[in-house]
């Protein structure tokens, strides 16, 4: 087992007040003159939690990484009832940039990340790229190509286990020291994600072993993930993806914490 653990490393190298209507009652008709205008007001109360990109929240505070790059915050705040409104009435004190898996702070030139190096959301993201986060393993962060090929694109409409099939290599040498680190690495690949398509099947889940680069889910997510690329700034091997949600990040290796994020999404 030490020995797979060790060889896993070369697998991964393949690849969110209510507005109360007033109603005024009168016991009166009032009839319009001439030159009375209806006026119609389309003011629209927007909706604070509309305008966050990233919400922070932790012990010493919460941070609201605004969509028109402001940044807001304040020390040890109540996070109690509709506190992101009354986070909003917080003065500005930076700005930010954004990149696809961190940003950096344009007055003190501070980076913050938003996973470590399996792709894992850290848990004091609340909000992350305008999403909601329900899962630490959630994917937010995924290159999308400008005109894939359709033919290269898998599409997933049911709860399925996702698994991406490794680069398949040839060798002029098959004895060479490239090749059998390759073949120790397929094996260990082929070990692994029979375990995992095993251990999720327990819950009724299927497992697709995709071999198109491209994929996407009939949910109300329609973009095109390649899955050659990064996702959440990691080189992932395998989705979950349940009916109606967006899909998760699932480690081949699956540990207790990892099977608890897996049991806590199929619910």
């Known amino acids: 087992m030490k020995f797979r653990q060790i060889t896993l490393a070369a697998i991964i190298s393949l690849n969110f007040f209510s507005c109360k ?3 005024v009652k009168t016991s009166k008709k009032i009839k319009p003159t001439k030159n009375a205008v ?5 003011v629209r109360t927007e909706n604070p939690r509309d305008l966050v990109q990233h919400l922070f929240t932790a012990n010493g505070g919460s941070i609201l990484y605004l969509k028109n790059g402001d940044i807001k915050g304040q020390a040890r705040f109540d996070t ?20 696809d898996d961190y940003l950096i702070g344009k007055e ?17 993201w609340n909000i992350l790229k305008g999403i909601s986060i329900e899962n630490p393993m959630q994917v ?3 290159k999308s190509p400008k005109n894939p090929n359709p033919k290269e694109i898998e599409t997933i409409s049911e709860t ?79 989705l979950l993806y349940k009916k109606g949600k967006m899909p998760i990040i699932v480690p081949l290796i699956l540990l207790e914490e990892d099977m608890e994020l897996v049991t806590d999404y199929l619910r």
Do not use: C
């Open 108 to 124: 003190y030139k501070d980076t913050t990340f938003f996973f470590n190096q399996f792709g894992k959301i850290d848990e004091s």
């Open 160 to 238: 399925r286990l996702i698994i991406f099939d490794p680069e398949t290599k040839t060798f002029k040498d098959e004895n060479s020291q490239e090749a059998e680190n390759y073949f120790i690495a397929m094996d260990d690949w082929n070990f692994y994600s029979h375990e995992l398509s095993e251990s999720l099947g327990k819950f009724g889940v299927q497992t697709k072993y995709l071999k198109k680069r491209f994929l996407t889910f009939n949910s109300q997510n329609k973009n095109v993930i390649d899955t050659k690329s990064k996702i959440n700034g990691a080189n992932v091997q395998a």
């Open 140 to 142: 937010v962060s995924y």
């Open 21 to 23: 209507k007033e109603i």
């Open 38 to 42: 209806a006026q119609i007001s389309n």
């Open 80 to 99: 109690d009832g509709d506190f992101v409104t009354e986070l909003m009435k917080t003065k500005t004190y930076g700005h930010y940039d954004e990149y």
